[in-house]
């Protein structure tokens, strides 16, 4: 071989091995750039501490009053009621409020601001409550069941968001059911969202009127849905009967009620950014919560995804914040009491929001240890 030819042989050589070289680094960027687009989506895993370790507290609402943070729980307490499928032994009888200054820090325990024996009409299970502000006052929102033992939602009254409240004569007119919560749209207007399926007894009001026996659709049929009433300007009555709230998939069909992952079961919760509606809710029995948006607050309201996956404890239960700029996830675990489901407490996140308005997905961790 002349040098002519060595040097010819030598410099394709050369290309071949740098477009290979470059085709490779090309092949493995590519590859890198995968994960970093899947970490936008990913499952955020969290281990956060409970807030109140004094007693325990579930079903956490909570607000910005007066630059500070305030949290309306449930009070859980062993009250020696058997565990059942409707949560009779969830047989809570008061509300403390705390409050915060700073996001995780010092948590301030205001006491007892409400009692069963201070509510007139109610005789036992005040569960998940709710908090409003309009013109200096406030209002805490609270199911509980009256002497026929039906769930009805009452309304207390306070000059100050820690309490004490003073409770209304009687329960609002029209209402049923539990969970109630209360957004403030940006027009002034207040609505309730409230409901849930099982224990909470939304299933017998299908019909319009109350049913002495549980009454379920089938599988096939559209799932119970949560209800929306616009409140009066007293914030203690409704101002319309309430409505039902349609939840859709992505191609516009009514969820249904085989769909456990996805359909209303209780803790429905909204808040707004921009212009959209997040309705947030608890699946219950596959122990998720989820979110829907619209541009409406009366929906209909298009599933999205999921905000927290199931925690310690068969309960999901959740409200949404923004607070100093930053969004965040109120909710409960049985951490603290080793997984007994009817003694959960109260803990908080940070929300992250992508650039087209979905949500993270959260998993709250738990230790290892705990069984």
Same mark, same amino acid.
Request: a negative charge; proline letters at 5%; one cysteine or more.
């Given at each position: 071989?002349?040098?002519?030819?060595?040097?010819?042989?030598? $410099?394709?050589?050369?290309?071949?091995?740098?477009?290979?070289? %470059? =085709?490779? %680094?090309?092949? !493995?960027?590519?590859?890198?750039? !995968?994960?970093?687009?899947?970490?936008?989506?990913?499952?955020?895993?969290?281990?956060?501490?409970?807030l109140v370790t004094k007693d325990f507290t579930a079903d956490p609402s909570a607000h910005v009053f007066n630059d500070k943070i305030y949290i309306y729980p449930s009070h859980d307490f062993d009250s020696g009621v058997p565990e059942d499928d409707l949560g009779n032994h969830f047989n809570m009888r008061d509300y403390h409020v705390y409050s915060m200054d700073s996001a995780g820090g010092e948590v301030t325990d205001h006491g007892v601001v409400l009692d069963v024996d201070d509510v007139a009409w109610a005789a036992r299970q005040m569960w998940a409550p709710d908090a409003a502000e309009k013109d200096g006052k406030y209002y805490l929102y609270f199911p509980a069941k009256d002497k026929n033992d039906i769930f009805r939602i009452g309304?207390? !009254?306070?000059? +100050?968001?820690?309490?004490?409240?003073?409770?209304?004569?009687?329960?609002?007119k029209g209402s049923f059911s539990i969970d109630p919560a209360v957004f403030e749209d940006t027009n002034g207007e207040y609505y309730m969202y409230f409901g849930g399926i099982w224990g909470g007894q939304l299933q017998r009001w299908e019909t319009?009127?109350?049913?002495?026996?549980?009454?379920?659709? #089938?599988?096939?049929?559209? =799932?119970?849905?949560?209800?929306? #009433?616009? $409140? =009066?300007?007293?914030?203690?009555?409704?101002?319309?009967?309430?409505?039902?709230?349609?939840? $859709?998939?992505?191609?516009? %069909?009514?969820?249904?009620?085989?769909?456990?992952?996805?359909?209303?079961?209780?803790?429905?919760?909204?808040?707004?950014?921009?212009?959209?509606?997040?309705?947030?809710?608890?699946?219950?029995?596959?122990?998720?919560? !989820?979110?829907?948006?619209?541009?409406?607050?009366?929906?209909?309201?298009?599933? +999205?995804g999921v905000i927290l996956e199931p925690v310690l404890g068969w309960t999901n239960h959740h409200s949404i914040v923004k607070f100093n700029g930053k969004w965040y996830l109120f909710f409960h675990d049985?951490?603290?009491?080793?997984?007994?489901?009817?003694?959960?407490?109260?803990?908080?996140?940070?929300?992250?929001?992508?650039?087209?308005?979905?949500? +993270?997905?959260? %998993?709250?961790?738990? +230790?290892?240890?705990?069984?």
């Open positions: 071989m002349n040098k002519l030819s060595l040097y010819s042989t030598i $410099l394709a050589t050369l290309i071949l091995t740098s477009c290979k070289n %470059n =085709a490779e %680094n090309e092949k !493995v960027e590519e590859k890198s750039e !995968v994960p970093q687009t899947d970490q936008t989506n990913q499952v955020r895993k969290v281990e956060t501490e409970p309304v207390a !009254v306070a000059d +100050q968001p820690e309490g004490p409240f003073k409770p209304m004569p009687d329960y609002i319009g009127s109350f049913a002495d026996e549980d009454k379920y659709p #089938a599988d096939s049929i559209k =799932a119970i849905e949560p209800r929306i #009433a616009k $409140l =009066a300007d007293d914030m203690a009555s409704f101002s319309e009967e309430p409505k039902r709230i349609r939840i $859709l998939d992505k191609e516009g %069909n009514d969820l249904l009620t085989g769909d456990n992952d996805r359909r209303f079961f209780e803790a429905a919760w909204v808040h707004k950014m921009d212009d959209t509606y997040y309705l947030s809710y608890s699946t219950g029995d596959t122990h998720k919560i !989820v979110y829907a948006t619209s541009d409406s607050p009366y929906g209909p309201f298009t599933y +999205q049985s951490s603290l009491s080793k997984g007994k489901t009817y003694l959960r407490s109260v803990k908080m996140t940070e929300l992250t929001f992508n650039e087209d308005g979905s949500i +993270q997905t959260i %998993n709250a961790a738990v +230790q290892d240890s705990i069984n």
